[in-house]
């Protein structure tokens, strides 16, 4: 059951990042037993914060994640994936009230995201180094395996982001629809079902098929978002995705519902040879049809302005009245002077108090520790805390300041 267990943690972790109602004994019991259905999922506020962006989710759901594992024969029966109906309305975060509880919490995660970021990305580099000029053992032959027979089916997405802070008097809407993303497993001349494939090959080949992607902007758009989501957005939102038989014209695309085969060739050790791409893609497109009106680009460069007033605003909103200037002349001011003493004045006097550097040199002395416990076991943790007390000790014969 070791392949059970590492898949369950992997799909709690990456899952746990984006969802919030995901039942861990539901996903436990379906893995052991070849079959995980989860349905009625809705994502998390801060699903979108990979992309640095000041962009909150307000309304995320997806109807239906499958996925079914063929324990008995994972060398020969395929592994299929299935997504269908993800749906998400985002907006400027600005456009959210603030919430000190949900920030505290979301920059521990980011936090934690990026830490792990970094460590996944060392150990990648170590393990990478040894097993460079090493033969796949028998795990790494099972991995990709799998990998080579993995098929994954995608419906319904529609995913958009609405503004009516930018620009008040032209609120726009802009997003992104797929009907359908299907990836099949082939053999070298791409034949589905076809078993000419070296099992020792590092080469991979899938064909993709893509239905219908569409990118459009809306201008003076009529929002979701104006005031409080409706109930049944989500199911306003898959009408609006474009199909193949779809002549409506509501819809402003930038790209027009386009369609697409590609044929795809992946290496799954990467750099071993030279003369062997890690992916060679060819694409072929039925069509491709590109516009961009004149209030769309006014409205695309003041989306640019207002991301970056927004991304410099991040941090004060939890000074902002909720209130309009005219409304409350007063909490505004105690808004811009808050602004400036809090997050410019104080915080250089808190940076440069003896206080303050001390805490942080005895929280950068622990970090230190931790990693040096990782690293080198118990001794190394040992010798690192002898270490804080003499220093803690010399710290102490110093004059302290206020």
Known sequence: MVFEGVLVDLLNRFLGSYVKNLDASQLKVGIFGGDVLLERLDLKENALDELNLPVRIFGGHLDKLRLKIPWSNLYGAPVVAEVDGLFVVAGPASAAKYDAERDAREKKDNKDRQLKKIEDARKKTLETKDKKNQAPGLVEKLVTQIIRNVQVTVRNIH???????????????????????????????????????????????????????????????????????????AETLKSRIARSHDTSSDMQFLLRPTSAKAKLQLTMKPGV????????????????????????????????????????????LKYKPLGGVSDDLRAWWRYAISAVLEEDVKRRTRMWSWKHIKEHRLSAAASSRLEEAKTHGRAGLEHSIGQKKVVEERSQDRPQYS
């Open 159 to 233: 995913v958009t982001f609405e503004d009516g802070v930018t620009d008040p008097s032209h609120p726009f809407s802009v997003g992104v629809t797929l009907d359908s993303l299907v990836v099949q497993s082939t053999d070298s001349n791409y034949v589905i079902g076809g078993q000419d494939v070296d099992p020792v090959s590092q080469l991979i080949y899938k064909l993709v098929h893509m239905s219908c992607l569409s990118l459009y902007w809306n201008t003076d758009a009529r929002l979701l978002l104006d005031g409080k989501l409706p109930s049944n957005w």
């Open 273 to 316: 040879d030279e003369a062997i791409p890690q992916a060679l893609v060819n694409v072929v497109l039925e069509h491709i049809a590109i516009s961009l009106g004149k209030q769309q680009y006014r409205n695309v460069m003041s989306l640019v302005e207002s991301f970056d007033r927004m991304s410099i605003n991040q941090k004060y």
